[in-house]
Nanobody, 123 residues
Framework: QVTLMESGGGSVQPGGSLRLSCARSGDTSSSTFIGWFRQAPGKGREGVAA????????RYADPVAGRFTISQDTAKKMFYLQMNSLKSEDTAMYYC????????????????WGQGTQVTVSS
């Protein structure tokens, strides 16, 4: 079984940076996609960044493109979300996730999830 655990959230000023980490355990060999999602208060969950693990091809949601970077360290069985130039609208609970099969989408069909880590951006 694959389990995920996020860390690295916190409270920062606008313009600041955070690096979120996701630790993976179990047999992760079948996880062909990794991703980060977020859910702001009163809003639905939205995809933020995703990666096809076997080629490290990435995709970003428009609001974070150019500011956030998804990466992985296969030796450590971890992946990351580097968040730069943070804005107040980035405030949300952030989740890491993986999926085993490609369904033709970047942000659907993720089936393994972490518990979330809070990111708050405020003055």
């Amino acid at each position: 079984q694959v389990t995920l655990m996020e860390s690295g959230g916190g409270s920062v000023q606008p313009g600041g940076s955070l690096r979120l980490s996701c630790a993976r355990s179990g047999d992760t060999s079948s996880s062909t996609f990794i991703g980060w999602f977020r859910q702001a208060p009163g809003k639905g969950r939205e995809g933020v960044a995703a990666m096809r693990t076997y080629g490290e091809v990435t995709r970003y949601a428009d609001p974070v493109a150019g500011r956030f970077t998804i990466s992985q360290d296969t030796a450590k069985k971890m992946f990351y979300l580097q968040m730069n130039s943070l804005k107040s609208e980035d405030t949300a609970m952030y989740y890491c996730a993986t999926k085993d099969v490609y369904d033709g989408t970047w942000f659907r069909a993720f089936n393994v999830w972490g518990q979330g880590t809070q990111v708050t951006v405020s003055s």
